[in-house]
């Protein structure tokens, strides 16, 4: 399904970074070692790796890898990425200083919770997870994001998921976003930052 979404010359959502992780990568450590975990084409681990960081990205459409390493050629850095699936990736191989999931709703509620649990793992102590995606509410808006609203985020389902962690930052709100095609418009966000106890 999501190579065929990926289909065709053009990046489904656009080659800048999410606003979120903009906003909220003033608190990664210099050169900090970053997975992003679900990182389509490309967007949010080339701008990290422009920033200075390591950055692993794992992603399981192959035509969305192919467009990330040609994004990465052109803005001349170096991303270690990976084509793997999700659910068969090996959390505990590498420890990181911040892992990243920006809009990866696109599973059940189940395997959505084993990605949480996996990204929990593979952070360092003190490491940070950061975490944007859609609200329920977001169905309504159709300018993006999966037609479920059970598989969207609420703060009550993060702060329940992340109960162990120090939540830095938790956040419901609407906002504009314009992310290529596959985002435009008014937009249900939940936002958090977490860090891992240690």
Do not use: C
Not at 70 to 91: N, T
């Amino acid at each position: 399904m999501w190579n065929d979404r990926f289909a065709g010359e053009d990046y489904l959502y656009g080659t800048d970074p999410a606003g979120f992780l903009v906003r909220e990568a003033a608190r990664l450590p210099v050169g900090a070692h970053v997975l992003s975990v679900a990182e389509g084409e490309g967007r949010n681990a080339v701008w990290l790796a422009t920033q200075g960081h390591t950055v692993t990205a794992v992603e399981g459409a192959p035509n969305a890898v192919q467009k990330a390493r040609r994004l990465a050629d052109a803005r001349g850095v170096q991303v270690d990425f990976h084509l793997a699936d999700l659910d068969e990736w090996d959390w505990d191989a590498h420890s990181y200083d911040a892992v990243i999931g920006i809009f990866i709703q696109f599973a059940p509620r189940p395997f959505q919770d084993r990605l949480m649990a996996g990204m929990k793992r593979a952070l360092r102590p003190g490491g940070l997870i950061l975490l944007h995606g859609f609200a329920p509410r977001q169905v309504g808006y159709g300018t993006g994001g999966p037609p479920h609203a059970d598989q969207m985020y609420t703060a009550d389902l993060l702060r329940d998921r992340f109960a162990d962690f120090e939540i830095v930052q938790l956040r419901d709100y609407d906002g504009q976003i314009a992310e290529g095609r596959g985002h435009t418009g008014r937009a249900a966000l939940v936002d958090l930052v977490a860090r891992r106890p240690g």
